[in-house]
């Protein structure tokens, strides 16, 4: 068994609220796109809070959606959000470790996998468990982003140590902040075909203030922010200098900043011979 490692940015009350406002804020750039024939089984594995499913459903309000994560508090958020949203959504919701889905074989016609890749250990291991259950043709969807596509103004020495704590502290943790580019060759390697990747870029300026609030403020500068304890206690920077780069992060939401970020979608087929 492969056990997935811890999710890195907690299971606060703040972190369910920074899901929610990412989710939010970029569903136009990363749903775009993705929509599912009615009656077709869907998958999405590693659903959390039900962020990313509550646009799922509203996206495809005819498919029936099997919904899973290995926690049940996360579970038990992620149906109320959806209920609340879509009370007539067709979701079923299961406990369980994605490299122990307990599902017949080619049980789905559609996978969809968003922001999970990046927190385990060896991604392809995961890719290549989810072929057992997607049937022979059916599709993979997957979003990644990638923490060194920051790129922002005005520009921060301090800013960048900051983001570079977070991507230690998860890569230390097992996992990858930096795996939307390894994209291609990850779905490529564990058998999947016709692989296409794209990148979503988020850019955000004063004539864009929802995305400022939304992601740069609430979603990125929020996630850098959640880990000053571990960053610190690892001697990653010191207390002053991480009390710059935050400050500097923030600079880049004012009317005078601008930000920058990419985020990856993939789309592939599993061809539906045996799987390793």
Same mark, same amino acid.
Request: include cysteine.
């Given at each position: 068994?492969?056990?997935?490692?811890?999710?890195?940015?907690?299971?606060?009350?703040?972190?369910?609220?920074?899901?929610?406002?990412?989710?939010?804020?970029?569903?136009?750039?990363?749903?775009?796109?993705?929509?599912?024939?009615?009656?077709?089984?869907?998958?999405?594995?590693?659903?959390?809070?039900?962020?990313?499913?509550?646009?799922?459903?509203?996206?495809? #309000?005819? @498919?029936? !959606?099997?919904? &899973?994560? *290995?926690?049940?508090?996360?579970?038990?958020? /992620?149906?109320? =959000?959806?209920?609340?949203?879509?009370?007539?959504?067709?979701?079923?919701?299961?406990?369980?470790?994605?490299?122990?889905?307990?599902? #017949?074989? @080619?049980? !789905?016609?559609? &996978?969809? *996998?968003?922001?999970?890749?990046?927190?385990? /250990?060896?991604? =392809?291991?995961?890719?290549?468990?989810?072929?057992?259950?997607?049937?022979?043709?059916?599709?993979?969807?997957?979003?990644?982003?990638?923490?060194?596509?920051? !790129?922002?103004?005005?520009?921060?020495?301090?800013?960048?140590?900051?983001?570079?704590?977070?991507?230690?502290?998860?890569?230390?943790?097992?996992?990858?902040?930096?795996?939307?580019?390894?994209?291609?060759?990850?779905?490529?390697?564990?058998?999947?075909?016709?692989?296409?990747?794209?990148?979503?870029?988020?850019?955000?300026?004063?004539?864009?203030?929802?995305?400022?609030?939304?992601?740069?403020?609430?979603?990125?500068?929020?996630?850098?922010?959640?880990?000053?304890?571990?960053?610190?206690?690892?001697?990653?920077?010191?207390?002053?200098?991480?009390?710059?780069?935050?400050?500097?992060?923030?600079?880049?939401?004012?009317?005078?900043?601008?930000?920058?970020?990419?985020?990856?979608?993939?789309?592939?087929?599993?061809?539906?011979?045996?799987?390793?």
């Amino acid at each position: 068994m492969t056990t997935p490692i811890e999710y890195v940015h907690g299971y606060s009350a703040h972190e369910t609220r920074r899901l929610g406002d990412q989710a939010d804020t970029l569903a136009a750039l990363l749903h775009s796109g993705t929509a599912y024939p009615a009656g077709s089984r869907v998958l999405e594995v590693g659903c959390g809070v039900g962020a990313q499913t509550a646009h799922l459903v509203t996206a495809s #309000p005819r @498919a029936h !959606f099997t919904a &899973v994560d *290995v926690s049940a508090d996360s579970l038990a958020q /992620a149906r109320a =959000r959806v209920t609340a949203q879509s009370p007539d959504a067709q979701v079923s919701w299961h406990q369980a470790n994605l490299f122990e889905l307990p599902f #017949p074989d @080619a049980s !789905f016609d559609h &996978v969809f *996998v968003c922001f999970v890749l990046e927190h385990l /250990a060896v991604p =392809r291991h995961a890719l290549t468990a989810l072929r057992r259950v997607l049937r022979p043709g059916g599709t993979l969807t997957v979003i990644e982003g990638d923490h060194g596509s920051t !790129f922002f103004h005005p520009d921060s020495a301090y800013a960048h140590a900051a983001i570079d704590c977070q991507v230690q502290l998860q890569s230390t943790a097992g996992g990858n902040a930096l795996i939307g580019r390894q994209l291609h060759p990850l779905i490529s390697d564990a058998g999947y075909e016709n692989v296409v990747v794209r990148p979503r870029t988020v850019y955000a300026d004063r004539s864009r203030p929802t995305l400022v609030n939304g992601f740069t403020r609430n979603t990125f500068i929020a996630m850098i922010e959640s880990v000053r304890e571990d960053a610190l206690a690892a001697g990653l920077m010191t207390p002053s200098d991480w009390a710059r780069g935050i400050a500097d992060l923030h600079r880049t939401a004012t009317a005078d900043g601008t930000f920058h970020y990419t985020f990856f979608k993939a789309h592939a087929v599993n061809p539906g011979d045996a799987v390793d």
